[in-house]
């Protein structure tokens, strides 16, 4: 680019900003008209005065040197899509000190010689045309992304950090409640995602994926929004069908189930070929009666694996087939249970660890109440568990119930 070119996007920058060309030559510690000269080609920029005009007009030096400049503030963008980001002067306040952030890590990266690699992976998806397609194209993309990032199928520990592993700026902070995160993707700070900090961690974690989807699918919007009022949209249930499917593998979800004798079928047929009488040896049987069935506390063990909330796993489950539509409603509606286990097995408070040995304890309660449910153990052997595991007997025998 010549002095003239960068003169004129200088000169666009600056009538976007506002600020007055003394207020630039005061900024930059230089001699009075010298911003003219600059403006008008007239003048060499320096490489430490182009560092300055990033940090005066928040914008990355690469904007210097591109095509043109961003039509629309990403602020104000983002305040035209979600005006309830401007009724509250607080949440705009924490959103802009977000977004600004994000700047001056891209500035930064910059001018260390850092490069800020963003993920090279968009899925060119057509828009669905209804809840069916959206669903399948987000789990799809779920299974496709889980390859490519080695996943397999564990569960994710630290989602934000798989997206910042990817380039991608994260950040949690007050948002109006109905409204659980904002995808951005913009030349001035590349892209982000800004989550609820007020919303509980499964949530968030949610979340954090669903706006994941955004970034992998959507990359060509600006500004992307969740919220309640547009939850029915097909782009926002693709996204949700991704968020369920990358933080519950379907086949994770199944060696679970089969690591506590569930999701296998009540009645079994097995035939075992003999060669030598070219013939099959045939057996049946038939699983225990309560062994098969997912009960809440099967519920909880699997959100608290994969870390999610109850219902959360209660649709993923129903999608993957392992029960109807009327057994789903029947453990949505004992979710107090669930619930309460989950407390439980998680042994936090404000998302906060109580307990050194809180992954030990919860894989032998989750154990200890499946034991007495199926009458393998008595009342006073699972008292008894309560104690060592230092946990109220009262408490866990009425999640036993049922």
């Known amino acids: ?14 009538e976007k900003s506002g600020l007055t060309q003394e207020e630039v030559e005061k900024a930059l510690n230089l001699p009075p008209k010298a911003f003219t000269h600059i403006k008008g080609g007239a003048r060499k920029v320096s490489t430490l005065e182009l560092a300055k005009f990033s940090e005066l007009f928040h914008v990355p030096i ?31 306040d924490q959103v802009a000190k977000c977004i600004q952030i994000c700047r001056e890590g891209v500035f930064l990266k910059e001018v260390l010689g850092l490069s800020h690699q963003q993920t090279s992976r968009f899925y060119a998806c057509p828009l669905p045309k209804n809840i069916q397609e959206a669903q399948h194209q987000g789990e799809e993309v779920a299974r496709e992304e889980r390859r490519s990032l080695e996943l397999g199928d564990i569960p994710i520990y630290d989602i934000g950090q798989v997206l910042v592993s990817q380039g991608i700026w994260t950040a949690q902070t007050e948002l109006p409640n109905e409204m659980s995160g904002l995808f951005l993707h913009h030349a001035s700070l590349g892209m ?33 929004i969740s919220n309640a009022n547009n939850a029915r949209d097909l782009i926002e249930i693709r ?13 994770g979800i199944a060696n679970l189930l089969r690591s506590i004798g569930k999701g ?14 070219e013939c099959a040896v045939e057996a049946h049987y038939r699983q225990t009666a309560t062994s098969q069935k997912i009960s809440p506390a ?3 063990w699997i959100a608290h694996r994969f870390g999610v909330s109850y219902q959360a ?21 004992e979710a107090s249970r669930g619930k309460a286990y989950l407390r439980i097995l998680r042994l936090t408070k404000n998302n906060e660890v109580l307990d050194q040995n809180q992954e030990l304890k919860a894989q032998v309660i989750h154990l200890a109440i499946e034991a007495f449910q199926r009458e393998e153990i008595s009342r006073g052997r699972l008292l008894d568990l309560s104690n060592l595991l230092e946990l109220p007997g009262k408490e866990l025998l009425q999640l036993t119930c049922g």
Do not use: W
Not at 271 to 276: E, G, K, L, Q
């Open 62 to 92: 690469s904007d210097f040197f591109s095509n043109e400049i961003q039509g629309e503030d990403l602020l104000v963008a983002l305040c035209r899509l979600a005006p309830g980001l401007e009724s509250d002067s607080k949440i705009h």
């Open 298 to 300: 099967s519920i909880a």
């Open 264 to 277: 296998d079928e009540s009645r079994v047929d097995l035939a075992v070929y003999d060669a030598f009488a």
């Open 239 to 251: 996204a949700n069908a991704f968020a369920s499917a990358f933080l519950m593998p379907e086949q």
């Open 192 to 224: 982000a995602i800004i989550i609820n900090a007020t919303h509980m961690h499964t949530r968030q974690r949610f979340s954090y994926a669903h706006e994941y989807a955004h970034a992998l699918l959507d990359a060509s919007r600006t500004v992307t």
């Open 313 to 333: 796993a209660v649709y993923r489950l129903q999608n993957l087939r392992y029960f109807k539509a009327k057994e789903r409603d029947q453990l949505l509606k």
């Open 1 to 14: 680019m010549d002095q003239k070119d960068l003169g004129k996007k200088l000169k666009e920058l600056q």
